[in-house]
């Protein structure tokens, strides 16, 4: 069988990518940019066994950036199905990002003719269009951290969200996790259907990975490989958004303050009035920088 590893993906080339950009937030206002914020955007990653940088990773904290690329690793017929993704795209501005993938081919491990990630604010989400894991069917628009065991062989996680230390929200779109591991050292045996794709699994790693494995420790074996955490994580679709805060007016409210028992503060008094009342103390987020 002919190799198509991850490792050997290539650009095949660079557009605007029209039909795509028009589902990247020119589809809604822009955000006010008096809120001020950030947002960061990217198609795909992988760790693992083979890294893969993020690609098209695109980040903002004001207007609007967008870049995209056509065409990463090659288009094959059905039956000898391949690594193939149609487009790449992500935008990003201040407080808002969405990137979308589309004609996802995974082999037929997992494929998907759109995979959408997006945020705005504090909200975010995913949309599929056709998206199958091993033939079975995902979800179009999955709850917040939805999971599929495929098999002992791979796993997916839908519409992850995660709040940052800093306040922002990270939604990733879509997880495939390639022999995710246990912690409890099961060793599960393979059904038919998981032996039947093993093949596929291999082309997909550039490993052989014959039909007559039994066990997920037989595989991890035959990779050469000890167990241990997931063998390879490949993520479609990241969107992350942060929003600042308006600005308080300190003196306004002070000249509310009618509860106060300090003397109240004439207009003309200077920052250096050691009379003036101790200000309110009022939480609140800083536009996050990158």
Partial sequence: M????????????TV???????????ASPAMADENGGYGSAYAIGATGLIPIEPM??????????????????????????????????????????????????LLELLRA????????GDEGGVELVNGTLLGQKLPDTPLPE??????????VTLNDQVRNTDGSLTVTGLELTLLPGRS??????????????LPLLGDLLGAD???????????????????????????????????????????????KDEDSDDEPVDEDTTDDDDSAPAPTVVEASLPVTG
């Fill in 146 to 155: 939805t999971e599929i065991n495929g098999s002992p062989l791979a796993r």
């Fill in 184 to 197: 409890d050292e099961r060793n599960e045996r393979l059904t038919a259907a998981d032996q039947a794709s």
């Fill in 209 to 255: 990975l014959p039909t007559t494995l039994a066990t997920e420790n037989d595989v991890v074996e035959q990779l050469g490989l000890s167990r241990g955490g997931a063998l390879q994580t490949i993520t479609i679709g990241s969107a992350t958004c942060a929003v600042a805060d308006k600005d308080v007016d300190v003196d306004k409210d002070l000249d």
């Fill in 56 to 105: 098209k990773f695109v980040e903002s904290d004001g207007e609007l950036v967008r870049d995209e690329v056509l065409a990463v690793g090659e288009r094959t017929e059905l039956e000898d199905a391949g690594i193939f993704v149609g487009v790449l795209n992500s935008a990003a501005e201040a407080g808002r990002a969405e990137s979308s993938v589309l004609r996802l081919e």
């Fill in 113 to 120: 003719d759109v995979v959408r990630t997006f945020c705005d």
């Fill in 16 to 26: 605007a990518a029209t039909a795509v950009t028009a589902l990247l937030l020119g």
């Fill in 2 to 13: 002919k190799n198509k590893k991850i490792a050997g993906v290539g650009i095949a080339g």
